[in-house]
DNA sequence: TACACGTGGAG
DNA sequence: TCTCCAAGTGT
């Protein structure tokens, strides 16, 4: 289909491009299986820049598969705080316990075992056997599909699963014999510095020469791709929680459930406004917004009430925009018979305690969100 | 197939 | 400020 010269030639100049342009990367610095594992859990639709800091504390507070597998989960999630896409660290950690029962800790190479793990998908599975064990197997991500689709001129959407089978198979007629480890990394490193989505630096890339997308004036119009879909608005009244008493100082946080949005992350306690979008913060009176909080924490079980205005906060997700409206609340320290369930002893000193009471300290023993530690930050630093 | 699932950097 | 993302996977 393509000309076996172009592809010969493609191959050639990019491993030799490769081999003289390669970046220093901490999980470059070894072949062990675990670490490019961990790298490219870490780098699905992450920044390498962002990345660098987390895989250094990952690999120094869990330094093979089985510290992993046997680290409490909470610590797992503390050390992807910030990251994003939790669940990534949570199927992580399962994979982990995995490897560690059925392949006695040792990275499995097969296709079918590899595949097999929790949260490894065939990206993953493509660049953890060619990277790590150098079997030749197609690591197709976002950057080999531009790459490709430019090189060879291929005009399908990428967001296509069949455009994505597609390069795989291509990518296979082009790993040069014992090389593809290095042909792996070569492609998205190129994707990465050279054949870059906007403003791609042609005249410094290796293979400029037989680019079809070049010859046709095309290298910035491709690849193509479906546009995603904006975030749709949430609007929500957040509540810092106020102790007395014996919690005089701290603020009530809450867990999130083990399925969702930050699954198993600890947040303030919120409460959406209206789902469906139609109402939003601006509309909503002060005292009634305050009314409906203090409404929405007693019908939780928290006896508290809003108190006054503290702060207001953005925060984007893919797929949900979230307009948060802060308010500083007071709790009622009344031991009567409606008392919530929480203030008895053997409620929240429970590990599995829904609720806690925590200062600036306690922060580092609990997982927060990017949203939560920004307004947490700006609490406690008031 | 389409949507859920985070975050911060770049232009 | 806004838009587009960046080494995808699970359901």
Redesign the pocket.
């Known amino acids: 289909m393509y000309n076996t010269e172009h592809k010969r030639y493609f191959s050639h100049e990019l491993l030799d491009w490769y081999d003289r342009n390669k ?1 220093d ?1 901490p ?2 610095r070894h072949r062990d299986p675990y670490y490019i594992w961990v ?3 870490m ?8 990345v660098i800091p987390y895989f250094q504390r990952f690999i120094e507070r869990f330094p093979t598969i089985e510290a992993l597998a046997d680290a409490p989960e909470d610590e797992v999630l503390k050390c992807w ?8 660290a949570r ?1 992580l950690q399962q ?1 982990a316990r995995q490897v560690k029962e059925q392949y006695g800790g040792m990275m499995p190479s097969g296709k079918d075992e590899v595949a097999g ?11 953890i056997r060619s ?1 790590a064990f150098n079997i030749p197997a197609p ?1 197709v ?6 790459v490709l689709s430019r090189y060879f001129l291929i005009e399908e959407d990428i ?4 455009t994505r089978t597609h390069m795989e198979e291509l990518v296979m007629t082009l790993i040069p014999e014992g090389r593809a480890s290095d042909f792996s ?1 070569a492609l ?2 190129l ?2 510095l050279v054949c ?4 791609p630096k042609c005249l410094t890339c290796p293979v400029m020469h037989h680019c079809a997308a070049r010859f046709e004036g095309k290298e910035e119009q491709l690849p193509i ?8 608005p949430e609007y929500r009244l957040t509540a810092i929680v106020e102790g007395s008493g014996q919690h005089q100082g701290k603020i009530l946080v809450r867990r999130r459930p083990a ?5 198993g ?1 600890w947040e303030l306690p919120h409460v959406t406004v209206s789902a469906d979008g139609s109402a939003n913060l601006a509309s909503l009176p002060e005292e009634a917004a305050m009314e409906r909080l203090t409404g929405a924490l007693r019908e939780e079980g928290i006896p508290a009430t809003a108190a006054s205005y503290f702060m207001d906060a953005e ?6 925009r979230w307009h948060m409206r802060v308010y500083r609340c007071q709790y009622q320290e009344l031991p009567s018979a409606e008392a919530w369930v929480a203030e008895t002893a053997a409620a929240y000193e429970a590990p599995e305690a829904q609720y806690q009471w925590i200062d600036a300290q306690d922060m580092e023993r609990y997982a ?4 939560f ?2 307004i947490l930050g700006a609490y406690f630093a008031s």
Do not use: C
């Not at 705080?81 to 990534?88: C, D, I």
């Not at 967001?159 to 069949?162: A, E, S, T």
């Not at 399925?259 to 699954?263: K, P, V």
């Not at 927060?368 to 949203?371: I, K, W």
């Open positions: 970046r990367l999980w470059r790298s490219e859990i780098l699905q639709q992450t920044r390498v820049d962002t705080e910030g990251l994003g896409y939790y669940s990534r199927n994979a793990l929790k949260g490894v998908g065939p990206y993953t599975a493509g660049a990277i690591a991500d976002g950057n080999v599909m531009r967001m296509k699963v069949r990394q998205m490193e994707g990465a870059t989505p906007k403003s791709k479906t546009k995603a879909k904006p975030p749709r399925t969702g949005l930050l699954a992350m925060h984007v997700f893919s797929h949900i927060f969100p990017n949203v530690i920004r």
